[in-house]
């Protein structure tokens, strides 16, 4: 059993979590987009080892299940939604009432985190894999294509943003099944979509931040290609 002490160590790292997607959304109104996909990524670190140090530490509980989708909602749902707010806000010439509503919409990237993460806690079908995209793997897509990609994004045309952000949202509360990187052994048969995955994810990180977003669009069409190869089967058959 978890000591008075090593029990708050899960609840501990979880904050940090919340802090660092806090911190993130600060980043992003001041236009300081780096330091925005650098919180992410913090956040996404300190996601991964609160779960590792309950299991550890045998310290889970209900109040930490809430804290952490309260934490991700933030870190992963809403820091995105500002980063992509402050985009807006510049890329846009605000002339108009429409132009001034349209940056907003940004934030149904928040609201569809929500929905996902309340999904993700009631769906027993979510543990050695997902549906729909993790909300983790969105923020870091919006936030590294932001740093990494912010000239070619500015051209872009209005509608096609909005479209992206939409196909984002719906993914996010998708039922396509997506793979996780969990290794329960390192053989080759049962691990070997993980391994072409993280083969092909290391020669994208060569190519700068803007790597971390062509890493999650090669995470989508991969476990989008997997899908619809299980689907064509099932019909053959």
């Known amino acids: 059993m978890a000591n008075r002490i090593t029990k708050h160590i899960p609840n501990t790292i979880t904050c940090l979590n919340l802090f660092s997607g806090c911190v993130c959304c600060v980043m992003a109104f001041y236009q300081l987009y780096e330091y925005a996909l650098l919180c992410v990524i913090l956040s996404a670190v300190f996601d991964f080892f609160d779960g590792l ?19 991700d909602d933030i870190s992963f749902g809403l820091a995105p939604s500002v980063i992509m707010y402050s985009f807006l806000s510049n890329y ?7 132009m001034l509503i349209a940056p907003f919409f940004a934030f149904l990237i928040a609201v569809f985190s929500a929905l996902r993460l309340a999904k993700f806690n009631n769906d027993s079908r ?21 740093v990494g990609y912010y000239d070619l994004m500015e051209l872009i045309p209005l509608w096609g943003l909005f479209l992206a952000i939409a196909i984002s949202c719906w993914l996010l509360v998708s039922d396509i099944p997506m793979f996780s ?9 049962d691990n070997k979509i993980r391994y072409f995955f993280l083969a092909v994810s290391l020669a994208l990180l060569c190519l ?3 790597g971390i977003a062509l890493i999650i669009l090669w995470y989508i069409l991969l476990s989008v290609g997997i899908w619809m190869y299980s689907l064509f089967n099932t019909k053959v058959e």
């Open 53 to 71: 140090a309950a299991r550890a530490l045998d310290a889970h509980s209900i109040i930490g299940k809430d804290i952490d989708s309260l934490a």
């Open 92 to 98: 846009l010439i605000l002339e108009n009432v429409l």
């Open 181 to 189: 990187l969990k290794f329960k052994n390192l053989t080759w048969q």
């Open 208 to 210: 700068g931040v803007g």
């Open 126 to 146: 979510q543990v050695s894999s997902f549906y729909g995209l993790p909300v983790p793997a969105n923020a870091l897509f919006w936030a590294s294509a932001v």
